[in-house]
Every structure is written in structure tokens, then in C-alpha cells.
């Protein structure tokens, strides 16, 4: 029978029920697979947050970020993907938790939740007090049997000192009559025509301890670093009239004698066992003296004393210490800083070198007592004539300034330039004053920063870079 038209457009009904069901089967099969891709992308990122172990969030503009914990998985496979999609937290953009009650919680936080910093210093803190408690703690054998040296200014010997106090020790100051002091040995003293106390009339000064170097050693763990003072990248003794003042004056010269011939008295004051210590040399100091001690980690920074020297420059020249530096000063600053890296590298071939960026303290407190800071140049005696001078001098020093976050910026700008020469590839960058740039409310005078949270987050950029050195050495 011939079908109508109206039967020819009916639709199918033994085929309608095929089709809704394939269309349903589809359906689930793309949920399923979306599923199981959520599933897969959710263990994967939640791996690279968790790398450190326990996760922690904070709150950030509103925003709940994964910061991680302090203890650390030991997984190959997540650690290589971490690294290669963060190959440094503390160069990522975030922002600065401070806690001055509980030391732990003073980190910085990236706010890319995936690039957490590890906690190192409340792991090793946790290590050497015998925390058995508390999380499970990253790794830190990394740290043990190691030896770092630091050069720098006194805002290096203050985080040096916090660091040691915030693991339980004490810094130990290489005096003249200390065995390991750069002076110490016959003729020493005397090959730098050095005076055992110097004396001013006007009454107030700074000891030269405070350029001396000081010892930080941790016994549990043999880790030791010694913190060695520079006067910045002068090379015509400008300071030298300084009370603290210390010689030899060039940088490269300090790197032999307050840095390697004080390595090589440790070393060769090793004592055997049943012999007698060094005299004025304690129980402690021995034990470390059993290693040979060569630099594992050298960390160098330069600034302050930088600015200092072309500060007094210009207000000797009556000129403003507010204005950029000049092009000439920059280049001088840049080449002083490829001579003192290369010498570095050529004093500590093995060491891991890692440079350190500048300090930035309040501009409010940039006016510090010059007269004290850079020197007097004047001897006052008591005297109508040398009281007037001293007036004079102290009135041109006033109201000046020795350093300006403009040139702090520029010095920085200018140390970054320089690591990005090929031959400072392998340079380390520890972005600590960075880290802290606006945190000169926790300051402990016109200076230095506090120890919290200043001296702990120093200590978790240093370990970081000494921790990427080791694993580096170890590959």
C-alpha cells in the first residue's frame, strides 16, 4: 500500500528510544570524564601545595590562601615539579606576616598558594630544642656539618646574633685575645700598627669589637657561621679615622684576613682527643675546630657604608645627599661589586656565593648621629677654638641626611644588574631586604631591625639558599 504523506512525516518510534539513550550515555560519560579530570588536577595541585607538608591558609585581601606547613614529604616527583614551577618563593609577590608573639608565624607569604616557602627555621628551631611534639618538620639535615660565612655591614651581624639566639646559642666576638681573632699571633697586632683601645676626648664611641668578627656555632648539628664586617666598596681607607675601624680596609683584602686565615685557625686548632685547648679557647669552640672548615655558603652585601662615604662627600662639597647618584657613582658601585664577586669566587672556589639585598630602614630615621657614624674629624680638645670648629662641623652635618630610598633603590637596582652578568650566573640572590622594605616599625633603634621579624626570616631566606646549594652539591 502506497503511504500517505502524513505517515511518511511521523517520526520513527522504534528508533526515538536508541537515540535519547545514546544522548544520556554521552552525558555520563563526559560527566565521568570531567570527574575524573577534577579528581586528577585536584591531586596534582594540591601536591604542589602541599609539598612542605601540612597545609596552613591565611586570609590575604579577602582571599584565603594555602601557605603550606613546615613539614615536608619526601617525594621525588612532587619536589621536581615544585622546583620547576617555582624555582623560588622568596622572589614571588606576597606579602610579609608579622607575629612578634609566636616566632613561627613570621614568613613570607607568595600569593600564589602553589609557591608556598618552606618553613626552615621553625624546623631546625623544632630540631635542635627536641620538639617532638609539634608537626611533622622539613628535612634539615641539609644544615648539619656545614659552614657559612657572612660578609657584610652591622645589619648583618645583628641578624647573625638573632639567628644564633633564636636556635639557643650565643655569638662569640673574635677580641685580640681570642685564638681565632684575625689579629691574634705575634706581629699581628703590630702589622696593622693596631691600638689595643682607642680613646677620644669627646667621650662616646663605638668599640672595635663591633667590626671584629663573630663566631655563631651550633653544636648539636655543627653548623657555624662566621659574620665577617666590611666597610663597603671603598678602596682609599675613607673610614679609617673611625673608632670602629678595623684594617686591612679593601674588601677582597678582609675576605683573606677576616675571613679565610680565620677558616684556617679554626682548622688548624683542631685537637685531637686527650690534648689540651687552645688557651682561651672553650669546650664548645674545640668541638667545632674537629672539622676542617671551609665555606659551604659565603653570603656578601654592600650599601650603607656605600652611601655613607658619597653622603659625606657631598655635604663636604655643600650639595644636597637627597639627589640620585650620578652615573659615574653607579658604575663605580657596579664595577666595585663584579671585583669583590669575582674575588669571591676566586678565594672560595667550592662555596656557594649568594649576595644579598640591601636593607631599607625608615626614612624618618635616615638622619642618625653623624658625627658618630662616619667619624669626627676633628680633635676636640678643650678649647674655645676647638669647640667652635666642632660646632661648625656639627652644624654642617645637621639636617643631612646619609641616605635617601631613592639611592637605595638605585644601589639595588644597580646589584641586580651586575648578577645578570654571565659570569655571576651562578650567583644566589637573597632577597631579604626586599622582604622587608616598609617593616621600619620593628626596628631596634635608627638602624638595625628587630629580631622578629627581621632575624627569622633571614634565617629562612639563608637556609633556602643554603639548602638549594646542598642539594645542588649533592647532584
Known amino acids: 500500500?502506497?503511504?500517505?504523506?502524513?505517515?511518511?512525516?511521523?517520526?520513527?518510534?522504534?528508533?526515538?528510544?536508541?537515540?535519547?539513550?545514546?544522548?544520556?550515555?554521552?552525558?555520563?560519560?563526559?560527566?565521568?570524564?570531567?570527574?575524573?579530570?577534577?579528581?586528577?588536577?585536584?591531586v596534582y595541585w594540591g601536591s604542589l601545595s602541599g609539598i612542605d607538608g601540612q597545609h596552613y591558609t591565611r586570609t590575604i585581601g579577602g582571599v584565603e590562601v594555602d601557605i603550606g606547613g613546615v613539614g615536608e614529604r619526601q617525594n621525588t616527583q612532587n619536589t621536581q615539579n615544585t622546583q620547576h614551577t617555582c624555582s623560588n618563593p622568596f622572589s614571588q609577590l606576597g606579602t610579609l606576616?608579622?607575629?612578634?608573639?609566636?616566632?613561627?608565624?613570621?614568613?613570607?607569604?607568595?600569593?600564589?598558594?602553589?609557591?608556598?616557602p618552606p618553613r626552615l627555621m621553625a624546623s631546625l628551631a623544632a630540631q635542635i630544642s627536641g620538639d617532638t611534639l609539634s608537626h611533622s618538620h622539613t628535612d634539615t639535615s641539609f644544615a648539619h656539618n656545614k659552614t657559612i660565612l657572612i660578609m657584610g655591614d652591622s645589619i648583618a651581624r645583628e641578624t647573625v646574633k638573632y639567628f644564633c639566639n633564636l636556635l639557643g646559642e650565643d655569638v662569640v666576638?673574635?677580641?685580640?685575645?681570642?685564638?681565632?681573632?684575625?689579629?691574634?699571633?705575634?706581629?699581628?697586632?703590630?702589622k696593622y700598627n693596631l691600638s689595643q683601645s682607642k680613646?677620644?676626648?669627646?667621650?662616646?664611641?663605638?668599640?672595635?669589637?663591633?667590626?671584629?668578627p663573630n663566631i655563631c656555632y651550633i653544636p648539636s648539628i655543627d653548623l657555624m657561621l662566621i659574620q665577617s664586617f666590611h666597610f663597603g666598596m671603598d678602596t682609599d681607607a675613607f673610614f679609617a679615622s673611625k673608632e670602629q675601624y678595623n684594617?686591612?680596609?679593601?674588601?677582597?683584602?678582609?675576605?683573606?684576613?677576616?675571613?679565610?686565615n680565620i677558616l684556617?685557625?679554626?682548622?688548624?686548632?683542631?685537637?685531637?682527643?686527650g690534648e689540651s685547648r687552645s688557651e682561651g679557647e672553650s669546650e664548645k669552640e674545640t668541638r667545632a675546630a674537629h672539622t676542617l672548615r671551609q665555606p659551604d655558603l659565603v653570603e656578601v652585601s654592600s650599601s650603607l657604608w656605600d652611601l655613607a662615604r658619597f653622603a659625606r662627600i657631598d655635604i663636604e662639597d655643600d650639595k644636597s645627599t637627597m639627589t640620585d647618584l650620578s652615573g659615574d657613582r653607579l658604575a663605580f658601585?657596579?664595577?666595585?661589586?663584579?671585583?669583590?664577586?669575582?674575588?669571591?669566587?676566586?678565594?672560595?672556589?667550592?662555596?656557594?656565593?649568594?649576595?644579598?639585598?640591601?636593607?631599607?630602614?625608615?626614612?624618618s630615621n635616615?638622619?642618625?648621629?653623624?658625627?658618630?657614624?662616619?667619624?669626627?674629624?676633628?680633635?676636640?680638645?678643650?678649647?674655645?677654638?676647638?669647640?667652635?670648629?666642632?660646632?661648625?662641623?656639627?652644624?654642617?652635618?645637621?639636617?643631612?641626611?646619609?641616605f635617601h630610598l631613592n639611592r637605595l633603590f638605585q644601589l639595588d637596582q644597580a646589584a641586580r644588574y651586575v648578577l645578570q652578568k654571565e659570569e655571576f650566573d651562578g650567583v644566589g640572590l637573597n632577597e631579604w631586604g626586599r622582604l622587608m622594605f616598609g617593616q621600619h616599625a620593628h626596628q631596634i633603634d635608627q638602624l638595625h631591625p628587630s629580631m622578629l621579624p627581621g632575624g627569622w626570616l633571614w634565617g629562612d631566606t639563608m637556609l633556602y639558599e643554603l639548602r638549594k646549594a646542598t642539594l645542588r652539591a649533592n647532584q
Not at 606576616?97 to 608556598?116: A, G, I, K, Y
Not at 680613646?199 to 671584629?212: D, V
Not at 686591612?248 to 679565610?260: A, F, K, T
Not at 648621629?369 to 678643650?382: A, E, H, K, P, V
Open 1 to 42: 500500500m502506497t503511504a500517505t504523506l502524513a505517515e511518511t512525516q511521523q517520526p520513527n518510534k522504534s528508533v526515538l528510544p536508541i537515540i535519547c539513550g545514546s544522548r544520556r550515555i554521552r552525558f555520563v560519560s563526559l560527566s565521568i570524564s570531567i570527574a575524573v579530570i577534577w579528581i586528577v588536577a585536584s
Open 97 to 116: 606576616h608579622v607575629n612578634l608573639t609566636h616566632r613561627e608565624e613570621n614568613n613570607w607569604v607568595p600569593f600564589d598558594s602553589s609557591c608556598q
Open 173 to 190: 666576638n673574635l677580641g685580640d685575645d681570642h685564638p681565632w681573632s684575625p689579629f691574634a699571633g705575634e706581629g699581628e697586632a703590630q
Open 199 to 212: 680613646s677620644h676626648s669627646h667621650g662616646k664611641r663605638a668599640p672595635r669589637e663591633s667590626s671584629l
Open 247 to 260: 684594617p686591612p680596609n679593601n674588601y677582597e683584602d678582609r675576605l683573606i684576613v677576616h675571613g679565610r
Open 264 to 273: 684556617d685557625r679554626i682548622s688548624m686548632s683542631n685537637t685531637n682527643e
Open 333 to 363: 658601585y657596579m664595577d666595585r661589586m663584579s671585583e669583590m664577586l669575582s674575588a669571591t669566587q676566586s678565594i672560595f672556589p667550592s662555596a656557594q656565593l649568594v649576595w644579598r639585598t640591601c636593607h631599607y630602614p625608615s626614612e
Open 366 to 402: 635616615h638622619k642618625l648621629d653623624w658625627i658618630d657614624w662616619i667619624g669626627r674629624s676633628i680633635n676636640t680638645d678643650i678649647n674655645t677654638h676647638a669647640k667652635m670648629a666642632r660646632l661648625e662641623q656639627e652644624r654642617l652635618y645637621q639636617d643631612k641626611p646619609y
